[in-house]
């Protein structure tokens, strides 16, 4: 251990693999994290040991290296919640038959209601395009990181429960909150009993457990909101987050890049990046 953080990489390897069901990601587990992926055209969470790259376009796609495929985020500018429309079909289609493509992000957070200024993004449009792209571009994937439209004490996906809508599910809140601060319940901050909360929300929408993404907090800000977890924090999420799924398709880390209103993230924060480094190349090393 150094400054709270498990160097499991750099143990002997039989100490790692004793290691590896408490304390690594799971070895068929893509390994994703959102923004700023790409630094002077290169996949820069790589070196952390990542290898499922947010990507935008088909000229960052094409650059990934061996090894890492490439999530395609779409949004409603690109024809996200549209369903198989001409706007989403022409978005697929520089897409084919590339080797390098694991999936499409088609929405993040969407809400089938308009929350806010947020348009509503009927989930029947959701299926139609994971049909299109099952039909179009086979063995390509779809994932969208949930809407909630409960609270985090009562998070609700029920939004959600269409069969057959997505081929991956990303769930789950931010549990390291600075409102938690001087609640004895939270002393550090983190709520991670919300975790169990988020997943049992996905379970009572009726999505599969085995198509449940884990998504872990690697940031702090907004306003003071959210605090930046710490190695024994984050070390705490991963560590709760196996518990729940130890075996799920992919997990997105939010977020690599600092975002405007964030005060860190993996890309700017030394002790994220030793823990995720950890978390992720074990699994990497005990399966090559």
Known sequence: MRNGVWMISRLPLAAALLALPAYAANVNTWRYTSGSNMVNGEYAPGALGFNLADVSSLANLNRLPDGVKGLVYIG?????????????????????????????????????????????????????????????????????????????????????????????????????????????????????????????????????????????????????????????QQQAILRRWKELLPAPPMFMAYSYGQQANSTGAIATVPHLQEVFRDWNTLSHRCRD
Not at 98 to 116: C, H, I, R, T
Not at 144 to 164: C, R, S
Request: hydrophobic share 35%; aromatic share 12%; net charge negative.
């Open 76 to 232: 409603t500018s690109a024809g996200g919640c549209t369903g198989n429309s001409a706007q989403f079909r022409a978005f697929m289609e520089p897409y084919k038959d590339n080797p390098k493509l694991w999936g499409f992000y088609l929405m993040d957070e969407p809400y089938a209601k308009q929350v806010g200024s947020i348009p509503p993004c009927p989930m029947e449009n959701l299926k139609a395009e994971t049909e299109y792209v099952h039909a179009n571009l086979p063995g390509v994937k779809t994932f969208v990181k949930l809407g909630n439209i409960g609270t985090t004490a009562h998070p609700d996906y029920m939004d959600f429960g269409l069969p057959g809508m997505l081929d991956v599910y990303g769930i789950g809140g931010y549990p390291c909150r600075s409102a938690n601060l001087g609640n004895p319940a939270y002393p550090d901050g983190c709520d991670i009993d919300m975790l169990n909360r988020y997943v049992q929300a996905a379970r009572d929408a009726h999505i599969p457990p085995e198509k449940m993404a884990p998504t872990y907090q690697a940031f702090g800000g907004w306003s003071n909101v959210f605090i930046i977890p710490s190695a024994e």
